[in-house]
């Protein structure tokens, strides 16, 4: 799509109004706040907080390497015994924008005839006309094929071979701050190999490496460092105060999702920093100062942050700080034991399994992303989904009356199995099946139908593409991710195959016209793996590999891996229409099977049931 064709930001209302604060508010702010900074410091006693499977957004920013600790003493104050401000200090207020979230109701007479549920966008579950071919048979390698045998043999010698010996022609190597990137055909490919000589895959730590300091060293002089974490705690007491510390999700999360929500201020309000700072410095009402003492308890440390971030990645894009790889066939990044670390093969779809099966793929995730109502990302972990994306993509948003509402669709599938949030190894309730594998099918037979056709063909497709070259990186860590899966089919339960022999991906995440901002997938195996099949008719969506200063064009039909948990990643900005397949296995699925294995070699796993998630249709 050109750029000239981009809907500009849309007119109709795409966030709610913060409310002015009031002494009921405060109080029940207070109660709700002190009852989550309970559960907080209990988990971190026990060392769990930075675990949990619900925070995919690992610590990247450079500014935030060390902890700043606030140093506030334990205020044990009731939260109910708060004196008046009647006759003292008036309720003070921040001007806070509209909160951005997920949760807004139609606009009267617009909804569709589709379904849509507090989660979700708008699906058509009943339609019998939407049909996914199943095109099973279609979807394997013919490893006889010369192309074939070619293909992997090249792939093993760029990553075992020195790359002057197995060069065609045109063979150049740069080196710079111990990364040597060397760029040759092989073939009739062009291969982009970049050795990082300080790294090691099973250490991590990318963001020590010499030339991420010198990129964000860079960076730095066009972006400043982020918001003091005492804006963030003073904003984040502000929205809790107006809220009345109702602003979604558990209690548990109260006050991570409040910081989330202060950092949105500080992107949608370049002036509200200035403002905070002011008021930190002047009287506070007697509510406001005891909210503000459990911010700093609750919120004590600088934290990754996901809107300044995006700054300092589009204003690495926009100034060329990254080293940009276009036109490669095959990118291989390794690290010093020759480890990979990242690698993509353009095409790859195309190449093993022809033209015609990429599109019969990405029509299947076009129809089936109507079918079933596509979940709606998280305002915690991705608020600048509703803060930039879809107000500059609103023919994405199925809220927008002027759309056509079976395209407007931006969202995550998540398929196969899981262990709970906060259950680290899945002893309290073992490995059960995601929401779209599970309870959300049981009221839609068709959809049921339809997903089944699903898996074994589009994304069996994906997978038999990602095995090929998982077990040409890396044949060791293919077989240990092969035994967990093994041991979880025993389940029965856990419907997370895509292969009729063995599926080494437990779940698998199918991205709909979403934007990938930065992070790292902290649920992830451990020094393992997340592959990744994007495909559609998009232009842009260049891999971002910020640590390792790499941005890596990535066409439709490419495949990519890399170390999701320990290493950063993101995409550049992309038009179009985009899909794309994200196969993991959880650290937390592979301690469960682990545990199984050591304990019942032989036995079969009982069968392990999760608590369900009510569905409610939105009115």
């Not at 040409?472 to 991710?481: F, I, Q, R, S, V």
Request: with cysteine.
């Amino acid at each position: 799509m050109p750029s000239s064709a981009i809907i500009k930001q849309p007119t109709y209302q795409i966030g709610t109004l913060f409310k002015d604060r009031t002494e009921t508010n405060d109080l029940e702010a207070l109660g709700r706040a002190e009852k989550c900074l309970k559960r907080l410091e209990g988990t971190r006693a026990k060392g769990h907080e930075d675990e949990d499977e619900g925070k995919d957004d690992g610590d990247t920013s450079p500014e935030s390497a060390k902890d700043i600790d606030t140093g506030i003493a334990e205020d044990n104050g009731d939260a109910t015994s708060i004196p008046s401000t009647t006759n003292s200090i008036p309720l003070v207020s921040l001007p806070l924008q509209l909160q951005y979230d997920e949760k807004l109701k139609w606009k009267k007479g617009t909804k569709p005839e589709g379904k849509n549920w507090a989660w979700s966008g708008v699906g058509f579950p009943d339609d019998p006309s939407i049909i996914i071919e199943p095109f099973e048979e279609k979807t394997y390698i013919n490893n006889q094929d010369p192309a074939v045998i070619q293909l992997a043999q090249d792939i093993l010698d760029i990553k075992s071979k020195p790359s002057s010996s197995i060069a065609d022609s045109d063979f150049k190597s740069e080196t710079a701050l111990h990364r040597t990137i060397e760029t040759f055909n092989l073939h009739n490919r062009v291969v982009v190999k970049a050795i990082f000589d300080e790294a090691s895959v099973g250490e991590g730590g990318y963001s020590n490496l010499s030339t991420c300091k010198a990129f964000e060293a860079e960076v730095n002089k066009g972006v400043g460092l982020q918001p003091d974490v005492r804006l963030e705690q003073y904003i984040a007491a502000h929205i809790l105060l107006c809220t009345g510390g109702s602003i979604g999700g558990k209690t548990n999360y109260l006050w991570r999702k409040a910081r989330s929500l202060a950092q949105q201020q500080l992107h949608l309000n370049p002036k509200l920093a200035e403002i905070a700072e002011e008021q930190l410095m002047a009287d506070k009402d007697p509510a406001l100062e005891k909210m503000l003492k459990i911010a700093k308890r609750a919120i004590p440390n600088s934290s990754s942050n996901s809107y300044h971030q995006k700054r300092r990645d589009q204003f690495a894009v926009d100034n060329s700080v990254f080293y940009y790889i276009r036109n490669a066939d095959i990118v291989m990044v390794l690290d010093k034991n020759t480890n990979v670390i990242s690698f993509q093969c353009n095409y790859a779809i195309r190449q093993l399994l022809g033209k015609v099966i990429q599109q019969m793929i990405i029509d299947s995730f076009e129809k089936y992303s109507t079918l079933a109502a596509v979940p709606l990302p998280d305002i915690t972990r991705h608020g600048l989904h509703w803060t930039d994306f879809l107000p500059q993509s609103s023919q994405f948003d199925p809220r927008n009356p002027d759309g056509d509402i079976r395209k407007a669709k931006s969202g995550v599938y998540h398929f196969g199995g899981h262990c709970a949030t906060a259950d680290w190894n899945g002893k309290r309730f073992g490995v059960t099946p995601t929401a779209d594998s599970g309870e959300r099918l049981t009221q839609w037979p068709h959809v049921a139908q339809q997903q089944e056709h699903l898996r074994y063909s589009a994304l069996g497709a994906c997978i038999e593409v990602l095995k090929f070259f998982f077990r040409l990186l890396d044949p060791e860590l293919l077989e240990e991710y092969e035994k967990v899966a093994r041991e979880i089919a025993k389940l029965e339960n856990i419907p997370f195959q895509t292969r009729r022999d063995i599926d080494p991906f437990i779940i698998k995440a199918l991205l709909v016209n979403v934007m990938t901002n930065e992070h790292k997938d902290l649920s992830d195996w451990k020094f393992g793996f997340a592959a990744l099949v994007p495909v559609g008719d998009f232009t842009g969506g260049d891999l971002l590999l910020r640590e390792l200063g790499l941005r890596i064009e990535a066409p439709s039909g490419c495949i990519q891996f890399m170390r999701g948990r320990e290493l950063a990643h993101s995409i550049a900005k992309w038009e179009g229409r985009r899909f794309v397949v994200v196969a993991a296995t959880h650290e937390a699925v592979r301690r469960f099977a682990q545990e199984q294995m050591e304990s019942t070699p032989e036995g079969k796993l009982p069968l392990q049931r999760g608590r369900k998630r009510d569905h409610k249709e939105v009115d």
